[in-house]
């Protein structure tokens, strides 16, 4: 019964966003500096995030490693397949963030 309450009264929150006007979604000249801010956010963000993941990542594998130094070879492959995977998401960003101006 509490899952439904609140689904109802997530539900009619949500509608007045729905009835609201369109806006002309183009930057004007008073917007470019909103724009700008937007785009550092964007970008900031996702370095962060990923310098954080790729040093989890790198920190993870090397205390593996550690642990048992035979499994160097089955952990070296994933490891950098995850670093490349965690970079191409800090590209997309920087690619969306750059297509914003």
């Not at 689904?7 to 929150?13: D, E, G, I, N, R």
């Not at 205390?63 to 035979?70: D, K, L, T, V, Y």
């Not at 952990?75 to 690619?95: C, D, T």
Request: glycine share 8%; charged share 10%; net charge positive.
């Amino acid at each position: 019964m509490k899952k439904m309450m609140l689904v109802l009264a997530t539900m009619m929150v949500s509608v007045s966003a729905f009835a609201q006007e369109t806006v002309n979604a183009t930057v004007t000249t008073n917007d470019r500096g909103m724009v700008a801010i937007a785009a550092a956010l964007a970008i900031a963000i996702s370095v962060l995030g990923g310098a954080l993941a790729q040093g989890k990542t790198a920190a993870t594998a090397l205390e593996g490693i550690a642990r048992n130094p035979a499994a160097s070879g089955k952990l070296l492959i994933p490891m950098i397949l995850g670093l490349a995977l965690i970079e191409s998401l800090v590209i997309y960003a920087l690619i969306i963030a750059l297509g914003l101006k």
